[in-house]
């Protein structure tokens, strides 16, 4: 909905994802340098990516599926809800913003899917994620008729940064063992939705606005806002980064071991070298004091 809360709500759960994936990925790709680094072996700690992570406190209970399909359904709901005017469906917009949210549910169900081994192909939870991102892109590069020049400014930027979401998660999909496709997708992830968080602001403050939304000086300005945008979601990532290189780092031997066995249960690596892990884990263990 063309809204403040029609914004702030995707803006935050966009930012929500994008530090929690940029956390994950990063967390496991020093995670297992180390573990490689310990045991002097390039099988065991290969660093693997995958669309969803497992939260630490229910390894078994695919929440971040669950997480996306509840989000996209109570967001389809608020959409339908919203778009009737004098009990007639009038507000078309809701029409494509609820279509963008269907995608993210089948994306939601596809996790769910791969988590539980139904049988699905190969892959399919990154290609439907990138699906989703491709649809968002296409709705909102067609949403803009008629509308305020900086209104089609800001969404166009959405719509772009989303196209590159899409691009990113097909290439973690074909180079798993990359960090650097992984990282692309966090960071777009963030991107997006640091900047829904922003056009709340920017479009329907609550606060009143200083922006004259024909004026292309104001558009020159709000162009400088998103490339500081760029930089903070950069920021971001790198200080995470430093966070879970000092976290990973202090990690006693035996507990990176384990940390690196859980990825392993939870289909992160081979089960050749979860095997090898546990002998690492059965080593380590004897060794400690």
């Known amino acids: 909905m063309g809204s403040f809360i029609g914004h702030l709500v995707p803006g935050t759960a966009f930012s929500i994802f994008g530090l929690w994936f940029a956390y994950c990925t990063l967390h496991r790709f020093f995670l297992c340098s180390r573990v490689a680094f310990m045991n002097g072996n390039k099988f065991v700690g290969k660093y693997r990516s995958t669309c969803s992570f497992t939260c630490p406190c229910c390894p078994t209970v695919p929440l971040e599926g669950i997480i996306k399909i509840l ?59 990138a699906c989703a991102f491709f649809m968002e892109s296409l709705l909102f590069f067609t949403h803009l008729h008629g509308r305020p020049l900086m209104d089609i400014q800001v969404h166009t930027f959405v719509a772009s940064v989303a196209l590159l979401c899409g691009f990113a998660m097909l290439l973690e999909a074909s180079f798993k063992n990359s960090v650097v496709p992984a990282l692309g997708r966090a960071f777009f992830i963030l991107l997006q939705g640091t900047w829904f968080l922003q056009i709340s602001f920017l479009l329907f403050s609550p606060l009143g606005t200083y922006f004259d939304h024909n004026s292309h000086e104001h558009m020159m300005v709000v162009t400088c806002i998103f490339t500081g945008h760029v930089a903070l979601a950069l920021l971001l990532m790198v200080l995470l980064g430093i966070f879970c290189h000092r976290r990973v780092g202090n990690m006693p031997p035996t507990t990176a071991y384990h940390t690196l066995h859980s990825h392993a249960l939870s289909g992160t690596f081979s089960k050749f070298d979860s095997v090898q892990v546990k002998h690492i884990i059965a080593g380590s263990d004897e060794e400690d004091p």
């Open 71 to 129: 989000a996209s359904v109570l967001a389809i709901s608020g959409e339908f809800v919203t778009a009737f005017e004098g009990g007639k469906f009038e507000h078309l917009g809701n029409a494509q913003h609820m279509m963008m949210y269907f995608f993210f549910v089948i994306h939601g169900v596809a996790d769910l899917a791969v988590h539980y081994k139904a049988g699905v192909p190969p892959d399919v939870d990154y290609l439907t994620a």
